[in-house]
């Protein structure tokens, strides 16, 4: 009897961990699958833009990986664009309120660029509207890096692709806007 429950909790933890495993596997598959192509309308009022395409990036300042490398690679992409065309909007996850270092941070990436950091409640509405899962602990800040494109249509904007951070083509963003311009 002793043995069969032994068993149990052996066979348990095993199933745990290939349900894990899979759900892991589902999980970088799905990065992998982006850029996404989408129609859904995007309202709130931080993300002004006159332009015929807004890219929306969520980062930290105090990022030393992926947020700075993203910003970069969105500076030389802008130096090949029309500025009116395009503009950038970096969304500061962690400093809440704080428009002034959010805009200088951006801009240090490029003049262009504009940063902004929501209040907490507005960062929990985008968030909802974006389909993110944000920890805005400044001890831990984290985040999926993802790269939102969004068209201007009429005044509306349009979800129109979605990219992963860490795997854009500056060479493919290019070729979605001037396919669209």
């Given at each position: 009897?002793?043995?069969?429950?032994?068993?149990?909790?052996?066979?348990?933890?095993?199933?745990?961990?290939v349900?894990?495993?899979?759900v892991?596997?589902?999980?970088?598959?799905?990065?992998?699958?982006?850029?996404?192509?989408?129609?859904?309308?995007?309202?709130?009022?931080?993300?002004?833009?006159?332009?015929p395409?807004?890219?929306?990036?969520?980062?930290?300042?105090?990022?030393?990986?992926?947020c700075?490398?993203?910003?970069?690679?969105?500076s030389?992409?802008?130096?090949?664009v029309?500025?009116?065309?395009?503009k950038?909007?970096?969304?500061?996850?962690?400093?809440?309120?704080?428009?002034?270092?959010?805009?200088?941070?951006?801009?240090?990436?490029?003049?262009?660029?504009?940063?902004?950091?929501?209040?907490?409640?507005?960062?929990?509405?985008?968030?909802?509207?974006?389909?993110?899962?944000?920890?805005?602990n400044?001890?831990?800040?984290?985040?999926l890096?993802?790269?939102?494109?969004?068209?201007?249509?009429?005044?509306?904007?349009?979800?129109?692709?979605?990219?992963?951070?860490?795997?854009?083509?500056?060479?493919?963003l290019?070729?979605?806007?001037?396919s669209?311009?």
């Amino acid at each position: 009897m002793q043995k069969q429950r032994i068993q149990k909790k052996i066979i348990k933890k095993q199933l745990l961990g290939v349900f894990l495993i899979v759900v892991l596997v589902i999980f970088m598959l799905s990065l992998s699958w982006l850029p996404i192509t989408s129609n859904r309308i995007i309202e709130h009022s931080l993300l002004k833009s006159e332009a015929p395409y807004t890219f929306i990036f969520f980062g930290f300042s105090t990022c030393h990986s992926v947020c700075p490398m993203t910003l970069n690679r969105l500076s030389t992409m802008s130096d090949n664009v029309l500025n009116h065309e395009v503009k950038v909007i970096y969304i500061e996850i962690v400093k809440h309120g704080n428009n002034d270092a959010a805009n200088q941070y951006a801009q240090s990436f490029h003049k262009e660029f504009l940063g902004i950091a929501p209040e907490k409640n507005q960062l929990k509405a985008l968030e909802k509207i974006f389909g993110l899962s944000i920890n805005s602990n400044p001890d831990n800040p984290s985040h999926l890096g993802k790269l939102y494109l969004l068209k201007n249509n009429n005044g509306q904007k349009i979800l129109f692709k979605t990219y992963n951070a860490l795997k854009f083509s500056i060479n493919r963003l290019l070729q979605d806007i001037e396919s669209r311009l």
